[in-house]
């Protein structure tokens, strides 16, 4: 399995910006699909980005498209998520997920390992 350590969350006014930072650790991790998802209080966890660790290919969820941006630095073994022009229902716990499949697939299903997460708020 893949190992994930997250950081980078925290607090932030609308329209400001943060990165976050996913670690992995694994052997096989470089054929993976790395993905991040985000739950807010009450609510189901959904996709935000994914990115596939070998094309570069990108997946964006539409109400991040344009604002958010996956990146990852083979050198560091490290998946990035620059969110800029936050808003408040940004607000929730970002999760990094890593997928055995060979393209991006939305659904949290398809992930199989997952990081511990890391709080993002957006105060208003």
């Known amino acids: 399995q893949v190992q994930l350590v997250e950081s980078g969350g925290g607090l932030v006014q609308t329209g400001g910006s943060l990165r976050l930072s996913c670690v992995a650790s694994?052997?096989?991790?470089?054929?993976?699909?790395m993905g991040w998802f985000r739950q807010a209080p009450g609510k189901e966890r959904e996709f935000v980005a994914g990115?596939?660790?070998?094309?570069?290919?990108?997946l964006y969820a539409d109400s991040v498209k344009g604002r958010f941006t996956i990146s990852r630095e083979s050198a560091k073994n490290t998946v990035y998520l620059q969110m800029n022009s936050l808003k408040p229902e940004d607000t929730a716990v970002y999760y990094c997920?890593?997928?055995?499949?060979?393209?991006?697939?939305?659904?949290?299903?398809?992930?199989?390992?997952w990081g511990q997460g890391t709080q993002v708020t957006v105060s208003s």
């Open positions: 694994g052997r096989t991790f470089r054929s993976y699909v």
């Open positions: 990115v596939s660790w070998s094309t570069s290919r990108t």
């Open positions: 997920a890593a997928s055995p499949m060979l393209v991006i697939v939305p659904t949290q299903g398809a992930y199989e390992s």
